[in-house]
T-cell receptor, first 113, second 115 residues
Framework: QQQVKQSPQSLIVQKGGISIINCAYE??????FPWYQQFPGKGPALLIA?????SEKKEGRFTISFNKSAKQFSLHIMDSQPGDSATYFC????????????FGTGTKLQVIP | DAGVIQSPRHEVTEMGQEVTLRCKPI?????LFWYRQTMMRGLELLIY????????DSGMPEDRFSAKMPNASFSTLKIQPSEPRDSAVYFC?????????????FGEGSRLTVL
């Protein structure tokens, strides 16, 4: 049972363009929605995160848009650069006694010059 | 500051052999997680420790897998006997006491190939 659905599986964007990755969830107990960035041969690293009481969060060229009623959230990368080429994972954390984080299946982004 | 340290980085073994993966979490972090990453299934949580105690092992695929955390600075994930379908990258991650940050700090992973 996949609790966090992510699309697309892969994405090719030209340098300077906007990269958009979408995620959807069903479990209303999720209370924290991070995005992780993973470069080849490395572990995932936190990129940006949002809580459900906020509709948008921006950090530099990276923006999360969150739609609580639709149970969807997305990552926008503005002015995409070749250095942004990586795999991006959306994730969701459940409320409760510990930080159980469920990851989406990942989107492999390639930014071409 | 040192991050999460995993060893070995690469392991090639034959079916039926025992495999032990090791993890040293970031000092001061009280939560430790083992994840498995494959192309087909993405990142799967195998087991979670809090203050060295296993809290949730529902993701451990079968009895061939076991994990221990004898102290706050060391954890192992053991597969015995190993099978080709266990081939994957295994990540250890740790998290600090403040759960509000929600951030997991991952190691660089151990790539396991079972022939």
């Amino acid at each position: 049972q996949q609790q966090v659905k992510q699309s697309p599986q892969s994405l090719i964007v030209q340098k300077g363009g906007i990269s958009i990755i979408n995620c959807a969830y069903e479990n209303t107990a999720f209370d924290y929605f991070p995005w992780y960035q993973q470069f080849p041969g490395k572990g995932p690293a936190l990129l940006i995160a949002i809580r459900p009481d906020v509709s948008e969060k921006k950090e530099g060229r990276f923006t999360i848009s969150f739609n609580k009623s639709a149970k969807q959230f997305s990552l926008h990368i503005m002015d995409s650069q070749p250095g942004d080429s990586a795999t991006y994972f959306c994730a969701a954390r459940t409320e409760g006694g510990y930080q159980k984080v469920t990851f989406g299946t990942g989107t492999k982004l390639q930014v071409i010059p | 500051d040192a991050g999460v340290i995993q060893s070995p980085r690469h392991e090639v073994t034959e079916m039926g052999q025992e495999v032990t993966l090791r993890c040293k979490p970031i000092s001061g972090h009280n939560s430790l997680f083992w994840y498995r990453q494959t192309m087909m299934r993405g990142l799967e949580l195998l087991i979670y420790f809090n203050n060295n105690v296993p809290i949730d092992d529902s993701g451990m695929p079968e009895d061939r897998f076991s994990a221990k955390m004898p102290n706050a600075s060391f954890s192992t994930l053991k597969i015995q006997p190993s099978e080709p379908r266990d081939s994957a990258v295994y990540f250890c991650a740790s998290s600090p006491r403040d759960r509000n940050t929600g951030e997991l700090f991952f190691g660089e992973g151990s790539r396991l190939t079972v022939l």
